[in-house]
Nanobody, 119 residues
């Protein structure tokens, strides 16, 4: 299996910035999809940002222009740089990956990291 460990969550004031990290237990170069979802209380889990092996990146409508997804393949880590944070960004953020190849094929989720944005 693939283990995904998130870090970097915390409390930040509106307008502030925060960087989340997701460290994978193996090389991420072969992962078809990798990125972040989030879930706020009482809401469904929603897309934040994902990237594919082709290099394309998709952002949720509510975070476009404020969040940036990046990766460091040497460190098996993806990052989510969050800027201009809003109270509505408050949620548990989950690292996600999907791969179609190899013995570890499937979808994997991290345990989540809490992000709280105060007004």
């Amino acid at each position: 299996q693939v283990q995904l460990v998130e870090s970097g969550g915390g409390l930040v004031q509106a307008g502030g910035s925060l960087r989340l990290s997701c460290a994978a237990s193996r090389s991420i170069s072969s992962f078809n999809i990798m990125g972040w979802y989030r879930q706020a209380p009482g809401k469904q889990r929603e897309l934040v940002a994902t990237t594919t092996t082709s290099g394309g990146t998709n952002y949720g409508n509510s975070v476009t222009g404020r969040f940036t997804l990046s990766r460091d393949n040497d460190k098996n880590t993806v990052y989510l740089q969050m800027s201009s944070l809003k109270p509505e960004d408050t949620a548990v953020y989950y690292c996600y990956t999907y791969t179609r190849s190899g013995v570890s094929a499937g979808a994997y989720w991290g345990q989540g990291t809490q992000v709280t944005v105060s007004s």
